[in-house]
């Protein structure tokens, strides 16, 4: 933040908490809100050979700039209204180049369909 100005937007993670346990012992399970200040979301486009054909696919990078915020593959992030999967690992920075603090957070997301 400079001069009172935040930078980025925010995003809300979406993270699986057990609740109890039904008739059967199996956990029951709800998702957990948590807004996340100061992201910055990019575009990722990616091509793949499907079936003998070229398919483009596109997606978002999603940068979380503050540290603190465990995500995890099995985690989802809703922004601008729409929720998207982690796709694979979640990369974390050592540090933070645009502010020389503490690192954050890389992540490769897609829409949830269907």
């Not at 009172?4 to 993270?15: H, I, S, Y």
């Amino acid at each position: 933040m400079i001069a009172g100005v935040a930078f980025g937007v925010t995003v809300t993670w979406l993270r699986r908490q057990v609740t109890g346990q039904d008739a059967h012992g199996n956990d029951v399970t709800t998702w957990v809100e948590t807004d996340i200040p100061s992201c910055v979301i990019a575009p990722r486009a990616t091509f793949e050979d499907v079936q003998a054909r070229d398919m483009a696919i596109f997606g978002l990078t999603l940068y979380i700039t503050l540290p603190g915020y465990p995500i995890a593959p099995s985690d989802r992030i809703r922004y601008g209204g729409e929720t998207y999967e982690i796709d694979g690992p979640v990369a974390r920075w050592d540090s933070n180049p645009l502010t020389a603090g503490k690192g954050g957070i890389q992540a490769s997301i897609s829409h949830i369909t269907g």
